[in-house]
C-alpha cells in the first residue's frame, strides 16, 4: 500500500509535493495520511481532491483518506464544502462531522466545474461576499467585486473549454500576518483534465518541434494567448487574468503535467518557472491577491 | 424590443430611412440562463444572447439601427464581451449582411474593460454610452477616424455641402468615410448627410 504523509501545512507553497505523490503512485491502495494536518488553504484542499482523483483514476476504488486529528481543521474542512465534494473520491477514515447550520464565513465553498451553469451558480454566489471581503479586508474598491467576479468566471471557463475533465473551484480570505504583514484572498482552480500541453498540442505542437512539452504549452497560453481554437477572440481570459491580478499586485501560478509557471509580485519568491515536476494530469491554477499597503 | 413611431421628435433625420429599435441585454440574459442575476459570463450564455438579437434583428430590413442596452447587467465578462460585442459587430460587417449600426448603452466602468479588449483584439470599434448622455467611440480607431468622431459627435450631423468645412483635412474626411464603412456613423444615402449615431438613437436614451 501506498501511504502518502499530507504536509502538516497545505497550501500552495506544499500542494505541488502531494500532487507529485499522486502521480507516481504505483501501489493499488493507497492511503493519504493527514491526519498531521494544522493548516490548510483552499490550494491544499482542492488539491487533495484532485490527487485522490489522480490516484482513483489510475489504479481503480476510492483512496483512503486518514483525517486531521485537529478538531480545527475538520471544523474548516467541513464549512470550506470539503467533505461533499470529496463524496466519491476518498473513503474516509475518521468521522466526518456535521456541516454547521449557520452561516458561514467562507468566501466561495468548494464547488465542482462541469459545466455553464456551474460558473452562474460561483458568480452569483460571490456578489455579496466577495464585495465585503474585498472592500473591507483587502481594501479594493468597492468596484472590484466586477473584477473579481470576471476573474472567476474566466478561469472556472477555463475548465470547461480545455480540460474536458471535472474541476473545482474554492476560495477565502486570509491575515497572513507573518507571511505578509497583511491580508489576502487565495483562489484555488484545478482540474484533472488533459491539462495545457493536451489542449494545445493538435493545433501548435509543429511549431515547437522538439521543444513542445508542458513548459512551452504553459507559456504559449500564459504569455502569448494561444488557444486551440482557431477564433481569434479566445484566448484571451488567462491574458486578462494576468493583467488584473498584476494590477492587485498578487500573485497567479499554473501547474500543468510537470510543469508550472508563474507570474509573481515583488513579495512572492516563487520561481517563474518549474519544469521537473511530476507529470500530474490537468491543471492546477492558484491565484493570491493582497490586500493594499 | 422598443420600436418607436416614426417621426421620433429629432430633427434633421428625415433622411434617415431607418427605426431605430432598443434591445435590453439585461432581459435577454434573465430569459437565456436561470438566474436572480443578469450576469453576462460564459461564452454560451453570450452565444446565446447575440443569437438572440441577431433573430430579433432579422426582421429589421436591409438597414438598420439597434441601441444595445447593457444598463442592467451586473457582471460582464470576456468571453460574453467577444460574443455579444465582437461578433456581433463582425457579423454586419461582412459584404452578404444587412447594414445593420450598433449604439451599446450603459457601458458603465465596469463594463468599459472587457469591451474595450475584445474590440481591440478583434480591430473592431463601436460607439457606446459611457456615463449617461456621455458617448465614446471604443475599440481600435486610427488617430483619424478618432479625430473624425469627435467632430462629428460634436456636430451629430453634417451636411453634404459642410463637410470640408467640417473636416478641413483630407485625413479626417478620410477617417469619417472609414467611419461609415466601420458602421459608427451614418452616411445617408439620399442626401448624403453624415449623422452621430449616439444623434439617432437620442429618443430612445
Given at each position: 500500500m501506498n501511504v502518502f504523509p499530507v504536509p502538516a501545512s497545505l497550501d500552495h507553497q506544499t500542494v505541488d509535493e502531494l500532487l507529485d505523490s499522486a502521480a507516481t503512485s504505483s501501489e493499488d491502495h493507497t492511503l493519504f495520511d493527514a491526519r498531521h494536518v494544522r493548516w490548510i488553504d483552499p490550494n491544499g484542499m482542492v488539491g487533495l481532491l484532485v490527487a485522490g482523483s489522480v490516484v482513483g483514476e489510475r489504479h481503480g476504488g476510492s483512496p483512503r483518506l486518514e483525517l486531521p486529528e485537529s478538531a480545527d481543521v475538520l471544523g474548516y474542512l467541513s464549512r470550506m464544502g470539503f467533505f461533499r465534494a470529496a463524496e466519491g473520491i476518498f473513503e474516509f477514515d475518521g468521522r466526518v462531522p456535521r456541516r454547521a447550520s449557520s452561516p458561514s464565513d467562507v468566501l466561495l465553498e468548494i464547488t465542482p466545474i462541469r459545466a455553464n451553469e456551474d460558473v452562474h451558480g460561483v458568480i452569483d454566489q460571490v456578489q455579496n461576499r466577495a464585495g465585503t471581503v474585498l472592500a473591507s479586508?483587502?481594501?479594493?474598491?468597492?468596484?472590484?467585486v466586477v473584477p473579481f467576479s470576471v476573474i472567476l468566471s474566466e478561469v472556472c471557463q477555463n475548465i470547461i473549454e480545455h480540460a474536458d475533465g471535472l474541476g473545482w473551484v474554492a476560495a477565502q480570505s486570509y491575515n497572513w500576518a507573518k507571511r505578509l504583514g497583511r491580508h489576502v484572498v487565495v483562489i484555488s482552480v484545478m482540474d484533472v483534465g488533459r491539462g495545457f500541453r493536451g489542449s494545445l498540442t493538435d493545433e501548435h505542437s509543429a511549431r515547437y518541434g522538439d521543444r513542445w512539452g508542458d513548459t512551452t504549452a504553459l507559456e504559449a497560453a500564459?504569455?502569448?494567448?494561444?488557444?486551440?481554437?482557431?477564433?481569434?477572440?479566445?484566448?484571451?481570459g488567462i491574458q486578462q487574468i494576468r493583467r488584473q491580478v498584476q494590477r492587485w499586485n498578487g500573485a497567479i501560478t499554473i501547474r500543468s503535467g510537470a510543469a508550472r509557471i508563474a507570474q509573481v509580485p515583488e513579495w512572492d519568491d516563487s520561481p517563474p518557472v518549474v519544469d521537473d515536476l511530476e507529470p500530474c494530469p490537468g491543471a492546477q491554477i492558484s491565484i493570491i491577491l493582497p490586500a493594499v499597503e | 424590443m422598443d420600436r418607436p413611431p416614426k417621426?421620433?421628435?429629432?430633427?434633421?433625420?428625415?433622411?434617415?430611412?431607418v427605426d431605430p429599435v432598443a434591445i435590453d441585454v439585461g432581459s435577454l440574459v434573465r430569459k437565456t440562463v436561470t438566474s436572480l442575476y443578469s450576469h453576462l459570463v460564459t461564452r454560451p450564455t453570450g452565444r446565446a444572447v447575440r443569437m438572440a438579437i441577431e433573430t430579433q434583428l432579422s426582421g429589421a430590413g436591409v438597414t438598420s439601427l439597434s441601441l444595445i442596452d447593457l444598463s442592467e447587467v451586473t457582471i460582464l465578462d470576456f468571453s460574453c464581451a467577444d460574443e455579444v460585442v465582437a461578433k456581433l459587430l463582425q457579423r454586419y460587417l461582412g459584404h452578404d449582411t444587412p447594414d445593420a449600426f450598433f449604439v451599446f448603452k450603459g457601458v458603465s466602468e465596469p463594463h468599459r474593460d472587457q469591451i474595450q479588449v475584445v474590440l481591440e483584439r478583434q480591430a473592431l470599434v463601436a460607439v457606446a454610452e459611457t456615463e449617461p448622455g456621455r458617448f465614446e467611440l471604443l475599440g481600435a480607431a486610427a488617430d483619424a477616424e478618432g479625430r473624425a468622431w469627435s467632430t462629428l459627435e460634436q456636430r451629430g450631423l453634417v451636411e453634404a455641402s459642410d463637410v470640408e468645412a467640417a473636416f478641413p483635412d483630407s485625413a479626417a474626411r478620410s477617417g469619417l468615410d472609414a467611419l461609415v464603412a466601420r458602421r459608427v456613423a451614418f452616411r445617408s444615402e439620399t442626401s448624403g448627410r453624415y449623422h452621430a449615431l449616439s444623434r439617432l438613437v437620442q429618443h430612445l436614451l
Open positions: 479586508t483587502l481594501g479594493y474598491p468597492a468596484t472590484a500564459f504569455l502569448h494567448g494561444l488557444t486551440r481554437f482557431p477564433d481569434s477572440g479566445r484566448g484571451q | 417621426g421620433n421628435g429629432v430633427e434633421g433625420i428625415g433622411d434617415v430611412l
